[in-house]
């Protein structure tokens, strides 16, 4: 019976093997990317820049239609930077309108990323 069981599992582990490979790496290339972005972010702050910018594009980045409702909305801006015009992205959930200055915040971290935040006025 458990030589069976044993020749039973070998067959099937042999016809799937292709698939139990193919599955692993493409969960494990998830997890990676997954921990390379939680890294990325968890870095620490080395530092802080204030700066001015214009607003370029707005998009309503809540997960879905009914948050809003419930528990507000949230909004993905571009600014362009006043110093040399490049566009960042920013999220924030109080609205604003294109075209009005904005003051952000330029945060360099400790693994060299820069992430930007906009300032409350």
Do not use: W
């Not at 939680?38 to 998009?59: F, H, K, Y």
């Not at 409702?69 to 930077?81: A, D, E, M, V």
Request: net charge neutral.
């Amino acid at each position: 019976m458990a030589k069976a069981r044993f020749a039973l599992t070998l067959m099937l582990l042999r016809e799937n093997l292709r698939g139990i490979i193919v599955t692993s790496l493409v969960v494990g290339g998830c997890l990676l990317a997954i921990g390379a972005m939680i890294a990325r972010q968890s870095s620490p702050i080395v530092n802080l820049e204030p700066m001015t910018g214009t607003v370029a594009t707005v998009l309503n980045a809540s997960p879905s239609p009914d948050t809003g409702i419930t528990s507000g909305f949230r909004y993905l801006y571009g600014i362009h930077l006043d110093e040399n015009g490049p566009l960042v992205f920013v999220y924030d959930d109080a609205p604003r309108a294109i075209g009005s200055q904005v003051s952000i915040e330029r945060q360099h971290r400790q693994n060299d990323t820069e992430t930007y935040r906009l300032l409350r006025e």
